[in-house]
């Protein structure tokens, strides 16, 4: 099973984009789902997650500006982000760990990337 990221582009501060994670297939269960960034420079961060039990985390910086979400019927998981700022510029990469698809248990799994850049 793959995850595929869209959705990232080029925003002005202040503005919103949605960020999409589509499984390939049907996640039957999983532990934990997120997403993570990545700047220039910098290391991988969480942004937020959310656990099969339904808890959800946010890292300090996006509290109370971004929200994360799923859709169990389309296998796909959201980042709602709005007002977005220069220091959100990232490449956002999604991850699901502990799933388990077709019979097999995937310890971890991650998508492709997709780049935030907000600029004016």
């Known amino acids: 099973v793959q995850l595929q990221a869209s959705g990232g582009g080029l925003v002005q501060p202040g503005g919103s984009l949605r960020l999409s994670c589509a499984a390939s297939?049907?996640?039957?269960?999983?532990?934990?789902m997120g997403w993570y960034r990545q700047a220039p420079g910098e290391q991988r961060e969480l942004v937020a997650a959310?656990?099969?039990?339904?808890?959800?985390n946010y890292a300090d910086s996006v509290k109370g500006r971004f929200t994360i979400s799923r859709d169990s019927a389309k296998n796909t998981m959201y980042l709602q982000m709005n007002s977005l700022q220069p220091e959100d510029t990232a490449v956002y990469y999604c991850?699901?760990?502990?799933?388990?698809?077709?019979?097999?248990?995937?310890?971890?799994?991650w998508g492709q990337g997709t780049l935030v850049t907000v600029s004016s």
């Open positions: 991850n699901v760990e502990g799933a388990v698809h077709s019979g097999t248990w995937y310890r971890e799994i």
């Open positions: 297939g049907y996640i039957f269960s999983f532990d934990a």
């Open positions: 959310i656990t099969s039990g339904g808890n959800i």
